[in-house]
């Protein structure tokens, strides 16, 4: 899970959750002239307040967050992981309402009686105000920009001197990097650029002819460099789609913010992204890119 694709909007869905579960514990009811050793319930001892208002937020924050870092969506029922937990938050806003309107349940128009209930407690009160701000949070995030900001800014690139890696080099150890877990390999694994191997060991452990890619290094190895254009790390500001090189509407793969991506050609106004697992796409969206 790529926690630095989470966004300010994430953020305040994560506080709003926490702020949920610490009014779960405190007294939903307030009754006047109580005396001092009456105890008042909380959340926890009433069912359809744990049940409607804290646990269906608690479980819509958690949805839209995993739903958020997973790097392929993940759907249950047909719907994404986050339009659940949205679906969620919802429920648990228009529950805390419903609760705060009628804290009693209707109890005190039992027999036609007419004394009044018990009043707000400080648990419902501060429970309402943690579900409508998680309600509106997951609602907005997708919709206005501000909110779909990273949360984590992504660490700059660790190059071999501090600037960027040369084309088609491993990095060193920087985070996101494709490729970066071939650390440690064999020595004699790894072709030139050029793709040329001199003695290195075969797919059998003998020599390895020369003039023969080593396949793993052919799968990642980008394509060259055309024009005057230079390969570059760079990240996204927000979750962008990548598309096709062959022009297909559908995304092959979504760019997170937090993650390092290599761009190895220009294409129009767009650039040839490649991703960790050696997918390579086209970027249309460029603007606000951070180049490594």
């Known amino acids: 899970m790529n926690f630095r694709s989470l966004t300010r909007g994430d953020g305040a869905v994560i506080a709003a959750a926490v702020l949920l579960l610490i ?3 405190l007294d939903i009811y307030a009754v006047e002239d109580a005396p001092s050793d009456f105890e008042l319930p909380n959340a926890w001892e ?9 646990l269906a937020g608690i479980i819509g924050a958690a949805l839209i967050i995993v739903g958020r870092a997973t790097p392929q969506p993940r759907k249950v029922a047909g719907l994404d992981l986050g339009q659940l937990g949205i679906a969620f938050a919802v429920f648990s806003a228009w529950s805390a309402i419903a609760n705060a309107l009628d804290p009693s349940g209707g109890a005190n128009n039992v027999g036609g009686s007419s004394a009044d209930g018990p ?12 579900a409508l701000v998680l309600a509106a949070a997951a609602v907005a995030t997708p919709l206005v920009p501000a909110l779909k900001a990273g949360l984590l800014g992504a660490p700059r690139p660790a190059g071999p001197q501090g600037g960027q890696p040369p084309y088609g080099g ?10 970066a877990q071939q650390q ?9 650029q050029g793709g040329q191997s001199f003695g290195g060991p075969g797919p059998q452990g003998g020599p390895q002819p020369m003039g023969q890619q080593a396949p793993q ?38 760019l997170a913010p937090g993650t390092w991506y290599l761009a190895v050609e220009q294409r129009g106004p767009g ?22």
């Open 217 to 254: 290094q052919a799968q990642q190895q980008p394509a060259p460099p055309q024009g005057d254009f230079s390969p570059f790390w760079f990240a996204v500001p927000v979750p962008r789609p990548l598309y096709a090189e062959d022009g297909n509407p559908a995304p092959i793969a979504e």
């Open 46 to 54: 009433s069912a359809p307040v744990l049940m409607g208002v804290t």
């Open 23 to 25: 009014a779960s514990f």
């Open 184 to 192: 440690g390999q064999p020595f004699g694994g790894q072709p030139q």
């Open 271 to 292: 650039l040839v992204a490649q991703t960790q697992d050696g997918r390579r796409g086209v970027l249309q969206d460029t603007t606000g890119i951070q180049r490594g």
């Open 170 to 179: 491993q990095p060193q150890g920087g985070y996101g990097y494709p490729g």
């Open 119 to 130: 009043d707000l407690g400080i648990g419902l009160i501060l429970g309402l105000i943690a």
